[in-house]
T-cell receptor, first 115, second 112 residues
Framework: KAGVTQTPRYLIKTRGQQVTLSCSPI?????VSWYQQTPGQGLQFLFE???????NKGNFPGRFSGRQFSNSRSEMNVSTLELGDSALYLC??????????????FGSGTRLTVV | QKEVEQNSGPLSVPEGAIASLNCTYS??????FFWYRQYSGKSPELIMS????GDKEDGRFTAQLNKASQYVSLLIRDSQPSDSATYLC????????????FGQGTTLQVKP
């Protein structure tokens, strides 16, 4: 069974640009969450999608957005990149049909560097 | 006060010993608790989940939950050098669908 697939693995962008990251969940998983991981702040929740609907959102500025498609694949977008957006962005998927978190499986992440 | 707290360590134990990792959380209606292991440069890997008070065992791992005292712990028996990693505690609150709150993680070093 394939795991959670994130593309690309590495990205280098210039300040002010925008970036789109992609996540394909485990087959059958309809809940997809996104996290930002930095050495200083640790793992922080960005948002969660289920059946194309955003069910929860973390405390990040509006420059961070996401969406989910009918096949459960998800994308997140960061506009007007800042140096502080440099981080490992992790996607995680779960069955989570009733809203109870059964545990999330993480992808390998996208390492974003903003220069 | 952070919502989920862990001692950053490093926690150093000799090979074959029991490693005990602890996590405390703030007073909310909690629902689910998870332990993730993260090797340097890798993504977190789910190793244990626990939902009710008591102990849950899986191989060399035992998760313990005490909701009255607001702590969850992870015991690793017969620790191996390959267990050296950062262990992350995560909590899901009722009403916070899909959102895990992570502690900062405890670095475990198992010395041969």
């Amino acid at each position: 069974k394939a795991g959670v697939t994130q593309t690309p693995r590495y990205l280098i962008k210039t300040r002010g640009q925008q970036v789109t990251l992609s996540c394909s969940p485990i087959s059958g998983h309809r809940s997809v969450s996104w996290y930002q991981q930095t050495p200083g702040q640790g793992l922080q929740f960005l948002f969660e999608y289920f059946s194309e609907t955003q069910r929860n959102k973390g405390n990040f500025p509006g420059r961070f957005s996401g969406r989910q498609f009918s096949n459960s694949r998800s994308e997140m977008n960061v506009s007007t990149l800042e140096l502080g957006d440099s981080a490992l962005y992790l996607c995680a998927s779960s069955t989570s049909r009733t809203g109870t978190s059964y545990g999330y499986t993480f992808g390998s992440g996208t390492r974003l560097t903003v220069v | 006060q952070k919502e989920v707290e862990q001692n950053s360590g490093p926690l150093s134990v000799p090979e074959g010993a029991i490693a005990s990792l602890n996590c405390t959380y703030s007073d909310r209606v909690s629902q689910s608790f998870f332990w993730y292991r993260q090797y340097s440069g890798k993504s977190p890997e789910l190793i244990m989940s626990i939902y009710s008070n008591g102990d849950k065992e899986d191989g060399r791992f035992t998760a313990q939950l005490n909701k009255a005292s607001q702590y969850v712990s992870l015991l690793i028996r017969d620790s191996q050098p390959s267990d050296s990693a950062t262990y992350l505690c995560a909590v899901n609150w009722v009403g916070n669908t899909g959102k895990l709150i992570f502690g900062q993680g405890t670095t475990l070093q198992v010395k041969p």
